[in-house]
């Protein structure tokens, strides 16, 4: 369902056993080839790659789509400063349309200017964050207006002008890599097999084959209009509820929700989709739950049943104790 209504997405070709594959072929095998030169050029030294004077953790995916990055990074940033350590936070700010960039920011920030999940890790990590499409100038600032010690950037892997210490692979435990074809027939940035230059590799909501489990763990609803207002998810058990995920995967929110008795009406958006007053005002009476992705940009014109779902991962002591 897309804002209501169904109709077929990239996810039914690249996730199922569709026709449409073999036709888009030709062009993710010349996608497959710009990528590995892309790549090789960085490896050969032929492009220059910046090294920061700081360590840089990237954390991405090998898909299109949500995989969990953004509660990762959040238990990462909490991880490292729990070790004394001062981490800075950079990322795309994808959605965003500010002019200039890279943009520091900060807990008030506006969504629409610096992307949905720039300001969710600034509220929820308590690190500075610098969002901008060129990562490098994005730390850089970050380097200068900002005491870190350590850099994390969000959804890098791909991006090799940035030298790196340490990469993280979060992948999709249900989806896994889909078909394994690279875009356009499948969900991949990059062929499988970059997978096995990565230390390492966890996997979001259910084990998958040499990864680290991590499971989210759902919070207390919270008010949209009220923030001081919680509730309990358990407390919408058996109630028709409004569902709405503008994510890279609102299949798993919506699981989330049913495995707590909610029958669900759901409202699938594609992802960092910017909501307007006017689709807001035409979901129906009663709860409405969402991620908090959506909340902050939903807050300013939300009614008063609507409430967002926080998540919190979480991860085993062995893997804490591989990072240290």
Request: aromatic share 8%; glycine share 12%; hydrophobic share 40%.
């Amino acid at each position: 369902r897309l804002g209501g209504r169904r109709r077929m997405s990239p996810e039914d070709v690249w996730y199922g056993r569709h026709w449409l594959v073999y036709p888009l072929l030709p062009a993710s095998w010349l996608y497959r080839s710009l990528v590995w030169t892309r790549r090789l050029a960085y490896r050969r030294g032929w492009v220059e790659r910046c090294r920061l004077p700081v360590p840089v953790i990237i954390v991405g995916n090998l898909t299109v789509g949500g995989t969990g990055k953004t509660p990762f990074v959040i238990w990462l940033c909490g991880f490292l400063r729990r070790r004394g350590m001062h981490p800075g936070v950079i990322l795309r700010g994808y959605g965003g349309d500010a002019g200039d960039w890279p943009r520091m920011v900060g807990p008030v920030a506006d969504p629409f200017e610096v992307g949905d999940e720039a300001l969710v890790l600034a509220r929820r990590t308590g690190c500075p964050v610098a969002a901008g499409p060129d990562r490098v100038a994005a730390a850089r600032r970050l380097l200068r207006e900002a005491k870190c010690d350590m850099i994390v950037a969000d959804d890098g892997l791909q991006h090799y002008r940035l030298e790196r210490n340490v990469e993280i692979l979060v992948v999709d435990g249900a989806r896994g890599y889909g078909n394994g074809h690279c875009l356009p027939a499948g969900p991949l940035r990059e062929p499988v097999s970059r997978a096995r230059g990565i230390g390492l590799k966890v996997c979001t909501g259910q084990p998958c084959p040499g990864g680290e489990f991590m499971r989210l763990l759902p919070g207390r609803l919270v008010n949209l209009r009220e923030p001081e207002r919680t509730r309990d998810l358990a407390g919408l058990n058996r109630q028709r509820v409004t569902a709405v995920a503008g994510i890279g995967n609102p299949a798993r929110f919506f699981d989330l929700l049913r495995g707590y008795g909610l029958h669900l009406d759901e409202r699938a958006y594609r992802d960092h989709h910017r909501f307007t007053p006017d689709e807001v005002a035409s979901w129906p009476p009663g709860p409405v739950v969402m991620t908090e992705k959506d909340a902050v940009k939903c807050r300013r014109f939300a009614g008063p049943d609507h409430w967002y779902l926080p998540v919190e991962a979480e991860l085993s002591p062995a893997f804490e104790g591989r990072l240290s």
